[in-house]
């Protein structure tokens, strides 16, 4: 089962709305797909998504650096070829763009290995349930707080018992109004999640936090700068709320940081920023060592089948316009129904790509884009 070809292109997907956060304005996606075909023609499917920046870059990596070191190789020997290639980008750095770049090909890997077994990726990976529970998730800080409260109607008309909210404003009595609505619309008995995307200090953390532990909050996810451990485990000691953090980690290094200082409550890998599945099953039993959960951010077409491969899964993130199938390039996906995604017996990772509607965003060369940064200054 030797590897034959790798291919890699980019795409720049628009957003129907911009995604507003404490700190960031979004209005693309980027998309890196791979396809890695072993010498007896089957075809392994990966990909990776930035968050409007960088796919240019990850695409030039894949084609020009990394898909010459794999040609040849056993495309079952997924430890051998992640360890390989990331001590190889080590130089260029250990996480980012190489870790983006890296996770591209290895999901592809995977996907290959899963065909190759006749499983599901969510099987082969562990199995360890069929049916996972997904929340709810929006980017919805710029929303008038009427907008806000008929988004959370649509999420529970749909079925959904978790919610997340993005808080953050620079009007932080503002911001517990809102909080207070939302819980006030779902009832006591739902779970209510809080995001701030890195926006606070750790004094203002812990001071914003302890005002919102009346509203009984599920978590309180990225409440300052990710590289700031030690600010977490102070806010940990200090509140009541359970601290989520792991969408901007690069690697299991970067985990393990946060696992022994006690500085998280929730860790959220994504699968496409930590390297792919087989760092991302690292991550994951790092945490069931540490009995702490794992709730995956974004990539729920991916996250779902790692969540039901793990023990410790806690939920999959459904983020309202940043799935695949909500850029139209999709023909099938495991896809979120009330609240949960059952996951089928599929081989691999059941992602197929709608060839047609992704050429209309193909990315080429080093044109410069016409672009503004994505911080803005608040709320
Ligand atoms: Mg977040």
């Not at 953390?205 to 532990?213: E, N």
Request: proline share 4%; glycine share 10%.
């Amino acid at each position: 089962m030797k590897i034959a070809s790798v291919s890699c292109q980019a795409y720049r997907l628009p957003l129907k709305e911009p995604w507003i956060s404490a700190k960031y304005r979004i209005t693309h996606h980027e998309l890196v797909r791979t396809i890695i075909t072993t010498d007896g023609g089957q075809e392994g499917v990966g990909w990776c998504t930035t968050i409007g920046v960088g796919g240019l870059s990850v695409a030039s990596l894949v084609n020009a650096y990394l898909a010459p070191l794999l040609i040849g190789e056993d495309a079952r020997n997924n430890e051998r070829l992640w360890e390989r290639l990331w001590q190889d980008l080590h130089f260029a750095g250990p996480s980012g763009i190489s870790t983006l770049a890296i996770g591209a090909l290895d999901i592809g890997l995977w996907d290959l290995r899963a065909k190759h077994a006749h499983m599901p990726l969510w099987q082969l990976l562990g199995g360890a349930r069929r049916s996972v529970p997904v929340f709810a998730s929006a980017v919805n800080l710029h929303l008038s707080q009427a907008a806000l409260l008929e988004q959370v109607e649509r999420q529970l008309a749909e079925g959904y018992e978790v919610f997340k909210l993005k808080i953050g404003r620079s009007d932080f009595e503002g911001d517990l109004a809102r909080v207070r609505a939302v819980r006030n619309l779902i009832g006591p008995s739902r779970t209510l999640l809080l995001d701030s995307n890195q926006r606070w200090r750790s004094g203002d953390a812990v001071r914003f936090c302890q005002a919102l532990q009346s509203v009984g909050a599920g978590w309180i996810e990225e409440p300052m700068l990710s590289d700031d451990v030690g600010g977490h485990a102070h806010l940990r000691r200090s509140v009541g709320i359970p601290v989520a953090v792991g969408e901007q980690l690069g690697n299991r290094f970067d985990f393990w940081n946060y696992v022994r200082q006690d500085a998280a409550d929730i860790l959220q890998p994504n699968v496409w920023k930590v390297g792919g599945i087989t760092e991302w099953m690292k991550i994951a039993n790092l945490a069931h060592a540490a009995n702490l959960l794992i709730a995956p951010h974004n990539a729920l077409e991916l996250s779902a089948h790692l969540v039901g491969a793990i023990p410790n899964g806690y939920m999959v993130e459904n983020i309202e316009g940043g799935n695949l199938a909500d850029f139209g390039i999709l023909q099938d996906a495991p896809t979120a129904i009330g609240g949960r995604i059952d996951l089928d017996d599929e081989v691999g990772h059941g992602v197929v790509f709608d060839e047609g509607a992704l050429a209309e965003y193909e990315m080429s060369g080093n044109v410069p884009l016409e672009r503004q940064s994505s911080v803005h200054e608040g709320i």
